[in-house]
């Protein structure tokens, strides 16, 4: 009962069928019950993490029958990799909510109901091992997050909600497709139909079908990533939605495609992720996400898409831990995806505190907001530094490991990543330098500091950060045996070898 | 024999015999027709499914045949016209036509899709085929005082008599070839016969377009928005499901039963349909502001969708495309409904529909998920199917191709849903709902959603179907 994932994953959604029942003329109710909701959810999930134990793989499993006629089952379960997703899924998600306790004013229920749904919808791809239940929800968080940004997000919140949606769901189709492909080479290989992740990881589509299954992958999960040449529908998107709304998208929704790449594309095809051509393609990608990413930010004049760039930035470290293909690029990429959900979801929390007070994202709207707001400027500082990777925090460790595995797979490479490292640095500092420091102008004089709800919401994020960036042991331990897994993938010599 | 015949052709008889009391009935309110209706669908209801005790049984020497194949179909039709009917009854009394022809009518062409559906010998399934039309072109007309609706009346008829000679004069060279008219004399007089044959492509070619311009697909479809547009938005309904699902019968019987050998002579137009289907259907869709032509455009397009189970040729794309002509009338059925439940018929005339009727606008954008192929809804399942028979015949880019095109339906389909977050306008477009209405409507997005969530039921359905 304690450890059913079921009950975990459809709680927010039962929470918000009940707050459909309550009355939309008291708003303090609505906000309680939903915010309840969630915390309820992030503290139940908070305990699963108590209980994992790292030296097994699935864990909680719960496997139902769903359409048996394909083959495919209501299979949820975690192993380490998932665990750590889910856990900063529901408490980021939980956290965004009681930071946007005041952001929303109009059509109040509506929003926490789009809210608990869309909560359940982005737990479910994490918890599925069924490749069509993941499919299912990867989906379906679409159009909760649709209306997110179409009805509560800011000046061309429509406009940026189409590009959204339209954008995934073209890549995501070719994803379907993909997975169709993989799927009936595994009823060719055995002759059953079955879409559970261990029956399909153990196929092996070779030569041209693992091409096409690769690059059909590619495009869906690209697109969700962002990688470079698919990103564009990320600012508009990141910056149109709400607060709470970009918190999802950044933390848990770009996890989406990276956590597709790691448990779909390289133990469904290890043999066309060897290739040299698509591994060069691969990193050149990854590397022009970083570089571009972060060079673009050092342009940006709109704070949250500032931000919302950096992401872009950041999910490019991901891509090139996990294609260099050895256990520390592929720790070092799940390890920085939790912690970019924690360090980027509290920048997105601080740019929408800071909107609430001014109603402007515009940088040079601020300005020695450290005379007024110390503890908030500490907080930002705090954040900044996580998501630049410096040591001690938690960006820090989850770099260096994509580094390492970047470096052993080749030196070059490595460099270019570097170079993007302090590019990070310099446009973090430098929005820092812009917002905090200087001559505090009179319009931000009066602004009021982080009130006891607002601490209560940044609390978390810094003791996370700092907790995995002094002590990230047990987070590796959670990753030793899901890395293992795909490293017996894709090169089942490797511990061979190097020993 | 005798008891053969008459059982074979029962559940057609009976619409066609309460159709034709309907033409001749009176009544101040236009509620008892309706209850006729029900009741006839009833009685065609339960001699179907006795049918299904009877499989194998053939009518007037063959030219009827009761099968698994042509009591799914019948089944498509018959909750297509039940759910038109139903819905569309406060429609009529608003636009002042609410006559007992109008429900004749719908019986009337549904006895004609049964034998479309049914029949396996040229002749009847010609005769089917206009009872259905021709019901059809008086339908469309309906709205004797709305000249669009005379304008759809007119262009579909003329269209529709090219259309229905050309496939008669398929038949008429298929019957010279083989001497018979009955499908099974015909395929093993065929069986000899080399597909190249220029006198098989003269049979075949006009058989293929006659029935691609009854299902509307490209580049047969120029009707089709026209018609649709003209006429009373429950006859759009049914004309673009019930009408194309029987087309899609005839079509399937012929070219799986005597033509099916001769694959090579259809292939290459079919999937050229396929392809245009989608072209057309998604990208002309893109610019529509009536959002009945839109949705005519986009029902376009799920025509393309459903051919492609032909194209792919196996039984996964046979059982998909019935799956989806299934999934397609409850969708498209209730978004016409729901469409003729508004005094005005633009996109924006959705605007703010959130907001005001937050159940209709629910509705609806159910409707439009499943529509779109969104999972969790049964479009999703029916595009999956496609999918998977196109991977399963290795038509690897026609698959992305058909991925692709699910991008931009989603476009217009969101567009109309992007209308409905608007802040209402200052004089919104006002609705009109009755009880039968919201059961219809109701029904339509529920089994969206609902067999979205668990197919397992519809799949089944399809694959007995088939048997």
Redesign the interface.
Known sequence: MADNLTLILFLPMLGGLILTLLPSSKPVLVKFWANLVLGCNALWTLTLLGRFDATHDLQFIQRLP?????GAEFFLGVDGYSMLLFAMTSAVGFLASLASWNAIDT?LKEFYVSLLILQSCVAGVFLAVDALLF??FF??S??PM??LI??WGGEQR?MA??KF???T??GS??L??GL??LY?EHWRQTGFFSFSLPALWATKPEGDLGL?IFW?MFAGLAVKVPMAPFHTWLPDAHTEAPTVGSVYLASIMLKMGTYGFLRLVLPGVPETVKQANVLWWMSVLALIAIVYGALVCLKQKDWKRLIAYSSVSHMGFCMLGMFSLNPAGISGSMLQQVNHGISTGLLFILVGLMYERRHTREISEYGGLFGPMPAFSFVFLIAAVSSMGLPPLNGFVGELRILTGAFEMSVPWALWAGLGVVLTVAYLLWCYQRVTLGETSAKNLGLADLSGREWAVVLPFLIAAIGIGVYPQPAFDMLERPVKQIMEKVRPNYYAQSN | MQFNNLFSILPAAVLALFGCVLLLLRFDSSRPYLIFLAFAELLAAIGLWRQTDFLGFTGFRGAILIDPFGIAFNAICLVAGLICAVGAYRYMEREDEDHPEFYGLILLAQSGMYLMNSGTELITVFIGLEITAVSFYSLTGFLRSNPRSSEAALKYLLLGAFSSGLLLYGFSILYGLSGSTHYLNIASMLATRNSRDPLILMAILPIVLGLLFKIAAAPLHMWAPDAYEGAPTPVTAYLATASKAAGFALLLRLILGPLHDLRPAWEGLITFAAIASLTVGNLAAITQSSTKRLLAYSSIGHVGYILLGLVAGNKTGIEAMLLYLLVYTLMTTGAFLLLSALDREGVTDFRGLL?RHPGVALLMILLL?SL?G???TAG?VAK?MI??SL??ARQ?WV??IA??Y??VS??YY??I??EM??NPDDSPATLTISTGWRAAVGLTAILSLGLGL???PV??WA?SALR
């Open positions: 769903w359409i048996p006629s394909l059509r499919f299912v989906e379906a679409l159009i649709f209306f179409a009805i429509r909600a189409m949606i339209v954008y769901v073209a189709m070719l379907l497709v169709l492909l009936f096409w059909l | 907001y998920l779109a969104l999972p969790p999703f999956y999918f998977l991977v399963q690897y698959a992305v991925a692709l699910v991008a989603l476009y969101f567009r849903i992007r977050l608007h668990n197919p397992e799949l089944a694959r």
